[in-house]
């Protein structure tokens, strides 16, 4: 059952972010910017907020001292930048080489970016100790 409200949660708060994440790619990208940018900075901004509702609702990993949240955020970074770097490939390879409407092409790719990094961040990130009991 813990699973399903962790997924219930995850979906919630990364709904949220993925909205955030659109809704400013869209601006930016109907201000003139181009769509690699306008991705990545919409990305950057809605990995930032993520991280925090990951940590605090959805995950809800033990206190930790500064150096291992420090630690555990730096990983997040790594991990999230990777997929942004995917992201954008992908989304090049797919607006400018296959000729994928720009809108289409990013919302398909957030979802497959959700999926993935949902396992990277239970299994890595956001590990919980396993107790012995």
């Known amino acids: 059952m813990k699973r399903i409200i962790e997924l219930i949660k ?3 708060f990364g709904g949220l972010t993925t909205a955030i994440n659109l809704a400013l790619f869209a601006i ?3 201000a003139g910017m181009n769509y690699i940018l306008a991705s990545s900075i919409s990305y950057v901004v809605a990995v930032v907020i993520n991280y925090f509702f990951n940590k605090q609702y959805v995950f809800s990993t033990a206190k930790k001292s500064k150096k291992e949240s420090r630690t555990q955020f730096i990983k997040f970074l790594s991990m999230r930048f990777i997929s942004l770097g995917i992201e ?6 797919l607006v400018s080489v296959i000729g994928i409407q720009v809108y289409v092409a990013k919302i ?3 979802i497959v970016i959700i999926l993935l990094t949902y396992v990277a961040n239970k299994r890595i990130i956001f590990k919980k100790h396993e107790e012995n009991t």
């Open 28 to 30: 930016l990208e109907l």
């Open 88 to 93: 954008n490939a992908l989304l090049y390879l």
């Open 10 to 12: 995850y979906s919630i």
């Open 108 to 110: 398909t790719l957030s």
